[in-house]
């Protein structure tokens, strides 16, 4: 992340801190705004690229075959690999279900076999709620300094220099 985000404000460092921060915070400004309007239009339930992930999944499960042994719980067969499947508690003995939040390919065949909607058994995360809840705050727009509100006091300035040698 901290990558992604250093390449985003690569032009910014290199001026004043003030035009920095400043370049920063519109850059937040408008891309928060942007990612809200994506959100707000968008019509499903899980996010798109997790939604492309749980089809990849789906076509790769059919390879698998569920027994069911009791309640929500299944022994998922292919060839000669097994795993126990547990659809109440969102577990898989892959571990990649509990790991990542999304269905693995032994539980989607699970689903399947029971006729059900993969959406119930993805991680909240990965649903428009929470995507939408994370840009519903709003950065403010900023009046420039010539519109800042005047104060008596003195304005701050760095502190000296010691040891410099001046000529």
Same mark, same amino acid.
């Given at each position: 992340?901290?990558?992604?985000?250093?390449?985003?404000?690569?032009?910014?460092?290199?001026?004043?801190?003030?035009?920095?921060?400043?370049?920063?915070?519109?850059?937040?400004?408008?891309?928060?705004?942007?990612?809200?309007?994506?959100?707000?239009? +968008?019509?499903?339930?899980?996010?798109?690229?997790?939604?492309? *992930?749980?089809?990849? *999944?789906?076509?790769?499960?059919?390879?698998?075959?569920?027994?069911?042994?009791? &309640?929500?719980? +299944?022994?998922? @067969?292919?060839?000669?690999?097994?795993?126990?499947? $547990?659809?109440?508690?969102?577990?898989?003995?892959?571990?990649?279900?509990?790991?990542?939040?999304?269905?693995?390919?032994?539980?989607?065949?699970? @689903?399947?076999?029971?006729?059900?909607?993969?959406?119930?058994?993805?991680?909240?995360? +990965?649903?428009?709620? &929470? +995507?939408?809840?994370?840009?519903?705050?709003? @950065?403010?727009?900023?009046?420039?300094?010539?519109?800042?509100?005047?104060?008596?006091?003195? $304005?701050?300035?760095?502190?000296?220099?010691?040891?410099?040698?001046?000529?």
């Amino acid at each position: 992340m901290s990558e992604s985000f250093n390449s985003t404000i690569v032009d910014a460092r290199e001026k004043p801190i003030v035009t920095m921060l400043e370049e920063i915070r519109v850059k937040l400004m408008t891309r928060w705004a942007e990612n809200r309007e994506l959100g707000q239009n +968008y019509s499903g339930l899980i996010l798109p690229r997790i939604r492309f *992930r749980l089809e990849k *999944r789906s076509r790769l499960a059919g390879e698998w075959r569920p027994y069911w042994s009791a &309640a929500q719980k +299944y022994e998922v @067969i292919n060839g000669l690999d097994k795993f126990s499947v $547990d659809l109440g508690t969102h577990e898989c003995s892959c571990r990649m279900w509990q790991m990542s939040g999304i269905p693995c390919v032994h539980a989607i065949s699970c @689903i399947k076999f029971n006729g059900l909607e993969l959406e119930p058994f993805v991680d909240g995360c +990965y649903k428009i709620e &929470a +995507y939408l809840r994370c840009y519903e705050s709003i @950065i403010q727009p900023l009046n420039g300094p010539d519109l800042w509100e005047r104060t008596s006091h003195p $304005d701050v300035m760095p502190p000296p220099i010691e040891g410099l040698v001046t000529s």
